[in-house]
């Protein structure tokens, strides 16, 4: 009798940690519960991101003149918007949630 009860808790136990295991890793940035001002911040971020990547080793003096004005208008509305408003714990999620699945075929 104590050895169906001990499988019968395995067992829940398992299926619990499965279905946690599951429901966490089919969660993606879409699915994150995020306030108007950290969806903004977010997309700011992601935007940012893309630019960054164009350019990983170049300094503002160095880029295009539409993608330099561009650049410095993200940063400035990312130290505007984001980072002077929100908690540091929105700035990190933000910032470990940015899409760094980009194709540069966009």
Known sequence: MASIILLAIIVAVSAALLGSFLIQSSTSINDIILSPVEEKCQE??????????LY???????LLEDDKKRLLYLDDLWMKECVSVLPSES???????????ISFGE
């Open 44 to 53: 700011i971020a992601n935007e940012g991101y893309k630019m960054h990547t």
């Open 56 to 62: 990983p080793n170049s300094n503002p003096d160095e």
């Open 91 to 101: 700035i990190f999620k933000i910032v470990n949630n940015v899409e760094r699945d």
